[in-house]
């Protein structure tokens, strides 16, 4: 009887735990795709935007595209545009029950290691519900966080039951698990190391380490060895990830130069994101999705570097007595590491994305740590329940109104503007979205911001000049994409646009050129391909349009705009049979996106194509 109660205790947990990380994140379904990485992941990606194919597939586990090799994450956004195509809801959702997922596994794992159940939930709750865990559940772009983690934790359930009962096919699943989570994203790569950790508490597998007493270290040794010796392999996928990991993001030029970022400067910065991310844990406030590097004087680094000294020496002092201690202080340290700085990847200073896994080890300290302080207190069970209820109840209501910022680009940029100072990227990417919603001499405010902020910043000063080819003043558009391909000659992107403002000034040689060489840095890009098609039309060189039309659907081949352009085509060479089922096709996908005034306009132009007159382009 007693048992069963305790079996149905643990069933109602499990579902708390989903339902409140539902509740929690529930508004995320409404959210939008952001500019912001997810055009690189999902809605510009060629290959994630077919689905699964063998093609896309064999891209997946070969590209270093967006500075990663993490094929698993990249078949799961294929996955989902299979399933779903470009419905942001759905993305989303995919994301949110791949954190409840983790939610649980914690729960399930901590709960067989400890065999405390209340505080298992406790430590899940905070999981699930901490506002600083948003940033890699609403962000569509960050699947790899969240399948990664999954994987993670399936790699310490079947570690569990390895330990439990050692034989080499558990020790095999085991290893698989991790190369999976290695495969979504390599921040794993310290798992092996948080094993040792579980090894030392709660799993007792070191020397004495359910007593007080230390052992002799002599006799330690040979079981530290053999524990050790046992996650060799680990350690040497996780060595092999990370090589695989520099070279990729070096390739891609995300790996930020000695000379931009010294030594001293990012040591320095080591330090303050450990200290900020334990402040942001216990007052989650002023959250963004991107927090630029400022400087800090001397004597706040050095206060910052004794706090965290005294801070571990205490913990190893004390854990003599409460090894939870070091297991949570150092699992928050050692996970870490792979995102701390010391080589950078990237321009942000800290990421609240990278704390998703290392906050777990601050949480077992404060879950475990709480019933010991206010031991011999009076009302010591009332505290105890109050603080369960309350802080949970906190978390979740700080978390939904986290959610919120991430509705759509307008909405997150400037709300990342409003709670950081000086931050260029989110200047230029609020300008970017003011942009798309026509607001342009406000867009041209934030982009001039971040180029005061930052002068050689290429997408500023790129997406400057797209604002001002969209209210039609090209020579000043010219001017900043000459400017940004001067910042960076290697970038496709600002020869597309150049050729764009040639075309619109009916230079279409040039326009070609331009468009040519876009394609020379960036062999898949349709936006370029579909551009030539369009140039070729408008010079009434329609077999080279359908070619370059074709070649723009070949890669995204649910695109409307370049289905009308490719009819348009068909309808000039004379092939109006081609021009009008290719025209349906469009208005089809056109009304199923959602885009009725692109329908409306391709369906007046159906009308000509069945009369069998050609739809001539204006220069």
């Known amino acids: ?137 609403a962000w569509i772009a960050e699947r790899k966080d969240v399948l990664s983690t999954l994987f993670w934790m399936l790699t310490m359930v079947a570690y569990l039951g390895y330990v439990k009962r050692p034989s080499s096919g558990r020790y095999l699943l085991t290893l698989l698990a991790f190369a999976l989570g290695l495969m979504a994203k390599p921040m794993l790569v310290t798992l092996p190391f948080v094993m040792l950790l579980l090894d030392y508490w709660p799993l007792g597998r070191f020397p004495n380490s359910q007593d007080d007493k230390p052992a002799n270290i002599r006799s330690q040794w040979p079981i530290i060895y053999r524990l050790v010796r046992e996650k060799i392999p680990f350690f040497a996928l996780s060595a092999v990830s990370s090589v695989i990991t520099f070279i990729v993001q070096q390739k891609a030029g995300a790996v930020a130069e000695i000379d931009r970022l010294p030594l001293n400067f990012r040591i320095a910065n080591v330090f303050v994101s450990y200290i900020n991310y334990i402040n942001k844990m216990f007052y989650p406030s002023n959250l963004s999705v991107f927090y630029p590097y400022h400087s800090t004087r001397s004597s706040v680094v050095f206060l910052y570097f004794v706090e965290l000294a005294v801070v571990t020496a205490v913990i190893i002092y004390m854990s003599r007595r409460f090894r939870y201690l070091a297991v949570g202080w150092f699992w928050y340290l050692g996970t870490l590491v792979p995102v701390i700085g010391l080589v950078q990847v990237g321009s942000q200073a800290m990421a609240d994305r990278y704390t998703y896994v290392p906050l777990t080890g601050l949480f077992i300290i404060i879950v475990w740590g709480i019933p010991e302080l206010v031991a011999g207190w009076s009302y010591q069970k009332i505290w105890l329940k109050v603080i369960a209820g309350v802080v949970p109840a906190v978390l979740l209501l700080c978390t939904r109104a986290q959610v919120k910022c991430w509705k759509d680009n307008v909405t997150l940029f400037a709300h990342s503007i409003a709670v950081t100072r000086n931050n260029w990227v989110m200047h230029n990417n609020y300008g970017k979205a003011l942009a798309a919603e026509g607001r342009y001499q406000e867009a041209i405010d934030h982009l001039n911001e971040a180029l005061r902020l930052r002068p050689v910043y290429f997408e500023a000063r790129n997406n400057l000049g797209m604002v001002f080819f969209m209210q039609g003043r090209i020579d000043e558009a010219m001017e900043c994409f000459t400017e940004a391909l001067r910042i960076r000659p290697d970038k496709a992107e600002a020869y597309h646009n150049l050729g764009s403002a040639y075309a619109r000034q009916g230079k279409f040689e040039l326009a070609v050129q331009n468009y040519n060489e876009a394609l020379r840095l960036k062999p898949h890009y349709p936006m370029a391909y579909y551009n030539l098609g369009v140039a070729m039309n408008m010079q009434g060189r329609h077999n080279e349009a359908i070619k370059y039309l074709d070649q723009a659907l070949k890669l995204n081949p649910n695109w409307p705009g370049a289905l009308d352009a490719l009819a348009i085509a068909y309808a000039g060479k004379g092939d109006f049979r081609q021009a009008v089922e290719t025209a349906e096709k469009g208005i089809t996908i056109a009304e199923a996106a959602g885009q009725k005034a692109l329908a409306d306009e391709i369906r007046k132009r159906l009308h000509l194509y069945r009369s069998e007159k050609p739809y001539r382009l204006q220069p």
């Open 1 to 137: 009887m007693k048992q069963m109660a305790k079996r149905q205790q643990v069933i109602l947990i499990y579902a708390a735990l989903a339902l409140a990380t539902l509740i929690a994140y529930e508004q995320v379904r409404y959210n939008s795709f952001v500019e912001y990485d997810d055009n690189v992941y999902v809605t510009e990606n060629p290959y994630v935007l077919k689905g699964l194919t063998g093609e896309s597939i064999s891209w997946a586990f070969t590209t270093s595209y967006a500075a990663n090799w993490h094929p698993l994450t990249w078949l799961s956004h294929m996955l989902d545009c299979q399933l779903f195509g470009t419905d942001a809801g759905w993305h989303h959702l995919t994301n949110l029950l791949l954190h409840v997922a983790n939610t649980l596994l914690l729960f399930g794992v901590i709960k067989q290691m400890t065999g405390a159940i209340w505080r298992s939930a406790l430590v899940a709750a905070a999981f699930a519900l901490h506002p600083l865990h948003v940033e890699s559940v």
